[in-house]
């Protein structure tokens, strides 16, 4: 069984920065990827951005440019530093970890951005 806590959400500015973090519980599965999806109400969630245990990263393509995610990998932890922030990544944030048999999802941290 894995526990994810996020953490690091909150309100900015338009070109604010935030850093999440998303910490994984001790276990003996070791995550295939780990990643960071936005939900905002009444549409559905959407991949913002992933890493693999090889290093492999992916992107949605309107946060290219402005996010980077990393991870340290002896810790199953994910961060994801968001610079430049628009209202439209205004959403509830939700850490994944793909640990080959099943996914495991945080219960979301909250990035609202306004004037």
């Known amino acids: 069984q894995v526990e994810l806590v996020e953490s690091g959400g909150g309100s900015v500015q338009p070109g604010g920065s935030l850093r999440l973090s998303c910490a994984a519980s001790?276990?003996?599965?070791?995550?295939?990827?780990m990643g960071w999806y936005r939900q905002v109400p009444g549409n559905q969630r959407e991949l913002v951005a992933i890493?693999?245990?090889?290093?492999?990263?992916n992107y949605e393509e309107s946060v290219k440019g402005r996010f980077t995610i990393s991870r340290e990998t002896t810790r199953s932890t994910v961060y994801l530093q968001m610079n430049n922030l628009k209202p439209e990544d205004t959403a509830l944030y939700y850490c994944?970890?793909?640990?080959?048999?099943?996914?495991?999802w945080g219960q979301g941290t909250q990035v609202t951005v306004s004037s």
């Open positions: 994944y970890f793909n640990g080959g048999a099943r996914d495991y």
């Open positions: 001790a276990t003996s599965l070791k995550d295939l990827a």
């Open positions: 890493i693999t245990n090889h290093g492999y990263t």
